[in-house]
């Protein structure tokens, strides 16, 4: 197999390591896993080093007492020096073989982007099948990753139209949150009014890992229609706010690696520089989880009411997890409402129904957008400030914003009228505001309780008390 | 502390971290000192939980059998899967404390350059004084750099008269091997005839982490003499060699650290790209360990041959590390030779007094230099090709060039008369030789063996025939 001869040491290696990643892109998809496997498998630690240091650390700790007071030892004894050269050995006995072919491809020219294809290819292995060995295997190359792109190993670069044709062909076929349509549409988003920086990486020249695009306007958009057509754009000194509407990564290789972590905070240092009379930071962000959330959330509610209808199953717990996700005018005016193709035993069955028809009728009637409006706003309100997972946000839009340091501070309705933004969202798209002051202490506070940070008006969607008023008009 | 505050989570980092900069600036060696041991004993590693976690992985292993076939584990298996999440938790649990502080500065502005500080600071105080905490600190910290030093974040860049006085300031300040005078001297190693290429990293802008300067010639040059004053240079389309002739760190806390590994091979392939009709690679390097290496045997030698006057010690080892470091007609010619105020009582006696003579006396008389010219280089090819401290290279220049692929081509004579020429290796010095087709090899086979491929001529100083030759004539 190819991969023996690269860790053999006597071989060249550069040649290697290109025979390696061409023989590799030469392997069918099932080939490639097999080889994969291998690696995962017979080139991971050697379980019987480690077993014969653990023994004598153990051994260590005996002799010293036992009683958990170690770092008490005079520094210079013999029996504290013998500690560190365990825990040295021990800590070069854990790193699994193919650490080595890691870092020997990290040190190769291309290797890094090889190794963020070969992770791209565990990934989409992983998402059919969770196969231990591989899953360890894509955890511990994720970590090398992040430590080799580092921002400190980023370089900040402000992406125009005097760049090279190779490098804005990649803007255009990344670009994931508002595809680009044509040359002129580039030209627009690198024009007077607009601005585009990407993270570069030494070894990965001419390919951007993450960019994101802004917009200088008088005031915080609302619609992502105002951004992306609002020709002509004002004069750059009349404006006073920078707004985000598009991050895209292009390295699905580095999927889970936070790149963008101090992309947006060097992005306003630059601009506010550049621009002093720019005061606001702040995004137009789509809401990509929503409706997926909410439609299951629909669904598996619509079957425990229906069962409702039925008897009780034993041991009566059948309602516990059973919640009307409409208030009671919203569930009125929606049952008033309901054309016949969508009806429904109750306002959530109606609601699925609604945002599951095909076209995504309910858009074209006034009727019907005034009915879902408020439980779909005030449920995205809940969802992006109540609906975590690991005590992060659910919205992978939300999380990195949040921990970015940034605050929600506004919903907006109709907002991304796309197709795609009316089946990630139902439209709504979200503004995330910097406020320079706050962004550490946001970011830190976020970071270590998982505390959300809203504007009142968004808040307000989801307090009690808002129950009350809807059933008291 | 300050310390303490920046390992809290709750306060704005980055003015913490600049708040932590500069307090160390502010602080004496002595405090330094007391600084790094805190974090050196109050930030390592929990090793109760590091305990926890050997149990733990031990229990496991003695319900897999203990057999040691751990890996024919099935991979399903729900042990496997255990084996992979305790072994990436004692990895976890294997990163002392401090490792956070240091993350974090890698991730600050300035961070890496303030690390690079640290470590020189601490090296300084290992070297008077052995603290193991502070000597496993040190060893944690420069695994660090250079995982964020890999060449795959360093960035080759040719350094001209264009770049910025700061930069080039920064050259002047740096070059260690041969000083530059003014500013004329900079501009002329920039100049027609010449290049100088540094590594840059991006969080340490605008100052390069190493440099090589090379100059363009007809034939590999003997002498530095020719290289630094051989004004005007040549045209450069009749230069045929590229002479590697300085190379220089900047960062004393990255000592230990090897930058410059791909630095020669990328040199390399630039200049071959940019001037196809250069086809030969060679350094003129000098043998900064060599005299040190040679009076110490020298006087250790002397005593023991003193002693054989004596009565033999008890045991009668006395003499098994007795060797006489000359030739008998090297001897003969020595003692000749010698004059009044070096006389000894054997040629390695007159040698030691002649190299140790003030103001290098022995290189003002025709006669001196003739009677040391052949065992100086004969000990200096054997100094380079068979003194090894852990299978490498004892000299520290050699030990770089034999690590990057080159080979020992030619020893000469009065090939730096500077001070530190004459100081450091009698005023030899070495050409070390780069042959494109045979860089990998030689790296592989010095790193795997310590094999040292040299030239006939100066393998021959080294061959026991020679000894019958010299004898003979």
Redesign the interface.
Known sequence: MDLAISLN???????VLDDFSEGYFSLSNENRKKLLLVLA??Y??N??Q??EL??Q??GL?LQSGNE?E??NVD??SVL??A??RI??N??QA?KPTYDVLFERF??HTG??KFLSILRADILSFLEHEN???L??LE?FLKEKLS??L??????LHQITWDDSASLLEKIVAYEAVHPINNLLDLKRRLGIGRRCFGYL???IPGEPLIFIEVALLKNVARTIQEVLWDDPSIPEPEATCALFYSISSTQPGLAGINLG??LIKRVITLVKRDMPQVSTFATLSPIPGYMQWLLSKLASQSVLAKGDNMEQPAGGSGSTFQENLLEPDEERKLMNSAPETCAGKNGMEVMLNLLTSTNYEWTSSAELLSALKPPLMRLCARYLLQEKKGGKALDSVANFHLQNGSMVERLSWMADRSEKGLRQSGGIMVNYMYRVEHI??YA??Y??TGHIHASSDVRLYTMPQKEHEATAD
Chains 1, 2 share one sequence.
């Open positions: 040491k006597t071989e060249s290696l550069d040649a498998k017979e991971d630690l379980r019987n480690v077993r653990l023994k650390y153990l700790e958990g170690a770092s520094d210079g504290f020096s500690f560190y825990e040295k021990l800590r854990l990290n040190n290797g890094l196969i231990v060995s899953r360890a955890y430590t080799w580092s921002p400190a190993a980023l370089e990486h030494t070894s972590k101090f550490e202490e830190q506070s970071f270590s």
